[in-house]
């Protein structure tokens, strides 16, 4: 078990931060910066229905997957990330996704390597 609750049945910890009892830092409703930024602009788009993985995902999510796209880019354009930006979604072990509520990283503000790690 990792730091955060994976596959417990437990709340994760952003099931946590939607109830809000976890702080954190929340530029627009299920848009949050990442504790641990790993580029100047790092923030995570998640949806509230608590999807664990995007490999998990059916044709009935269709329409969330977009919206959760749509406030990704619209929150990077607000964060002026005019250059460009990245988009991640970590799914399972082998991508070292370690909460499992599904989530956009977004990570922008400066170069970006390729291929990653
Ligand atoms: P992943 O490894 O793809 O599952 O990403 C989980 C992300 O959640 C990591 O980048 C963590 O830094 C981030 N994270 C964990 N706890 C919090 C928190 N309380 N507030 C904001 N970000 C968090």
New binding site residues.
């Given amino acids: 078990m990792g730091r955060?609750a994976r596959r417990s049945g437990q709340p994760t910890?952003f099931s946590k931060?939607i109830a809000r009892s976890?702080p954190?830092t929340i530029l627009e409703c299920l848009v949050?910066?990442?504790?641990?930024p790993q580029a100047p602009i790092h923030f995570?788009v998640i949806p509230k229905r608590p999807i664990p993985r995007i490999s998990r995902v059916g044709p009935q999510d269709a329409e969330l997957l977009g919206h959760l796209l749509l406030v990704a880019a619209r929150t990077a354009q607000a964060e002026g990330l005019a250059d460009g930006y990245r988009l991640v979604i970590?799914d399972g072990n082998h991508s070292?996704?370690?909460?499992y509520h599904l989530?956009l990283?977004v990570l922008g503000g400066q170069q970006l390597g390729w291929p990653p790690g």
């Fill in positions: 955060w910890i931060i976890v954190a949050f910066c990442d504790v641990v995570l970590n070292t996704q370690s909460i989530h990283h």
